[in-house]
């Protein structure tokens, strides 16, 4: 299982890059592989807030539905719309190119509480 280390984790399987008050949200490889084949991704718009543990848009595979949950509060900066077309890129980059959204951190301390590489991996193997 990729786990990268220079990222942060939620215990929903999000993972978060931030990079200065921005940062960008996707799912784990964890994530993606128990989904299964993705199918359809349903994105937030530019400018929506985003909560800590809120759904902000949905994940749909060939197995289920599955809500994404923001990592931490913020306003939607950037979508990747390429999913709309290429949601499999979930399943074949989940740490690049299948990026989710971009935000604007509302409160850099609230990124605190979440989980890093080790946290994340030990998490996963309970």
């Not at 200065?20 to 530019?46: E, F, H, N, S, W």
């Not at 759904?55 to 999913?83: C, Q």
Request: proline share 4%; no cysteine.
């Amino acid at each position: 299982m990729n786990i990268p280390e220079e990222l942060r984790y939620s215990s929903d399987h999000e993972w978060i890059r931030i990079e200065g008050t921005r940062a960008t949200i996707g799912i784990t490889d964890y994530a993606q592989d128990a989904l299964g084949d993705v199918v359809y991704v349903d994105l937030p718009g530019v400018g929506a807030e985003v909560i800590t543990g809120e759904s902000f848009g949905e994940v749909e595979s060939t197995k289920s539905v599955s809500d994404l949950f923001s990592p931490t509060d913020g306003t939607v900066a950037e979508v990747n719309n390429d999913l709309e077309d290429n949601p499999e890129v979930l399943n074949s980059d989940p740490y690049g190119q299948g990026w989710i959204i971009v935000i604007e951190v509302a409160d850099s301390l609230a990124l605190d509480g979440l989980l890093d590489a080790e946290g994340y991996q030990a998490l996963i193997e309970e």
